[in-house]
DNA sequence: ACCCGCACCTGTAAGC
DNA sequence: TGCTTACAGGTGCGGG
């Protein structure tokens, strides 16, 4: 379920609530959730948390010690701060915090909780080997994506464009929903080759995701209407309410009124305009007689 | 070498 | 009301 903005938003929330905290008690309700050594000290206790990274949809929790975790969110994960004795169902994985010295706040727990178990954590020595094992495979981060970088992503290819852009190996971060949005923003037909975009076409697309991505970030990401999707506080997004294609299928298309179409495209329901995102690019402007025609 | 399609899970909502 | 079916934000693998 969450896509870049999502888990962006649960970076920042999670890095103002737990940075300089300490890890005193660590525990994995489902080992089967987690990847690597299981024991207590794999899973951060004792270490003090020293940042919170992220790369495309992936976090790592560091500590000072170096010791590093990776979470996946999956489809339906979250990481939740909370107070609360009991633990909601599907909480695989739970850790207790005691604020840094000299602070007034009182100790809280971090939960792993995720229904559907496409998630999962890691736990790595330190943070060198998780990025070298975890995220060596992941394509450049899709929030700073320039055009060049894009252009050179995309050209050895000729999948759709949508495929393409799912594919985290290539760029990392979008997802079904990104992805549509990115791509009716920069109209753009989501089965054209991803290798046949002009230079304007491949500018207006790094701009588009850029754009949308930096969008939805700031208004916190999509919270669809399962509610599954929240930060580590708790708090809902309210980017979905600014969805102008996923989820719109049959609606009308809000540039030209005309009815959204959709489509199944690399496994995943594709929503589009077909008249502001035609399949065939319109012809290059011609030449008439030496004149540039209008 | 590439690319598609499906399996992995559970919850929810729609349909009969 | 209650059972059945379809579908959901992601990823990884088998096989064509």
């Given at each position: 379920?969450?896509?870049?903005?999502?888990?962006?938003s649960?970076?920042r929330?999670?890095?103002?609530?737990?940075i300089?905290?300490?890890?005193?008690r660590?525990e994995?309700h489902?080992?089967g959730v987690?990847?690597?050594?299981?024991?207590?000290r794999?899973?951060?206790?004792?270490a003090r948390?020293?940042r919170?990274e992220r790369?495309?949809?992936s976090?790592a929790?560091?500590?000072?010690?170096?010791?590093?975790?990776?979470v996946?969110l999956?489809m339906?994960?979250?990481l939740?701060?909370?107070s609360?004795?009991d633990?909601?169902?599907?909480?695989?994985a739970?850790?207790?915090l005691?604020p840094?010295?000299?602070?007034?706040?009182?100790?809280?727990r971090?939960l792993f909780i995720?229904?559907?178990?496409?998630?999962?954590?890691w736990?790595?020595?330190?943070?060198?080997?998780l990025?070298?094992?975890r995220?060596a495979?992941?394509?450049?981060?899709?929030?700073a994506?320039?055009?060049?970088?894009?252009?050179?992503?995309l050209?050895d290819t000729?999948?759709?464009?949508k495929?393409?852009?799912l594919?985290?190996?290539?760029?990392?971060?979008?997802?079904n929903?990104?992805t549509?949005?990115s791509?009716?923003r920069?109209?753009?037909?989501?089965?054209?080759?991803?290798?046949?975009?002009?230079?304007?076409e491949?500018?207006?697309?790094?701009?588009?995701i850029?754009?949308?991505?930096?969008d939805?970030?700031?208004?916190?990401g999509?919270?669809?209407?399962?509610?599954?999707?929240?930060?580590?506080?708790g708090?809902?997004?309210?980017?979905q309410?600014?969805?102008?294609?996923?989820?719109r299928?049959g609606?009308p298309?809000?540039?030209c009124?005309?009815?959204?179409?959709h489509?199944?495209?690399?496994?995943?329901?594709t929503?589009f305009?077909?008249?502001?995102q035609?399949?065939?690019?319109?012809?290059?402007?011609?030449v008439?007689a030496?004149?540039?025609?209008?």
């Open positions: 379920m969450p896509e870049l903005p999502e888990v962006e649960v970076r929330s999670l890095a103002r609530g737990i300089g905290w300490r890890v005193v660590a994995a489902r080992p987690i990847t690597g050594p299981r024991e207590p794999s899973m951060l206790l004792g948390i020293a919170v790369r495309g949809k976090l929790l560091v500590a000072h010690d170096a010791r590093a975790l990776a996946h999956g339906s994960g979250r939740l701060l909370t609360d004795a633990d909601p169902p599907h909480t695989h739970a850790w207790r005691a840094p010295h000299g602070s007034a706040a009182r100790r809280t971090l995720d229904p559907r178990r496409f998630g999962g954590l736990t790595y020595p330190s943070f060198d080997d990025a070298r094992d995220w495979p992941l394509g450049p981060d899709a929030l994506v320039d055009t060049d970088t894009l252009e050179r992503r050209r000729r999948r759709p464009l495929a393409a852009l594919d985290q190996s290539l760029l990392a971060g979008l997802g929903i990104y549509d949005e791509l009716f920069a109209r753009l037909h989501p089965r054209r080759p991803a290798d046949s975009l002009s230079r304007t491949l500018v207006a697309l790094a701009r588009c850029r754009a949308i991505l930096r939805a970030l700031r208004a916190g999509s919270t669809l209407a399962d509610g599954q999707y929240v930060d580590s506080n708090d809902d997004g309210a980017y309410r600014r969805h102008l294609v996923y989820g299928a609606l298309c809000a540039s009124r005309r009815l959204l179409d489509a199944i495209l690399a496994s995943r329901t929503v305009c077909p008249t502001c035609p399949l065939t690019p319109p012809p290059p402007v011609r008439h030496g004149v540039l025609a209008v």
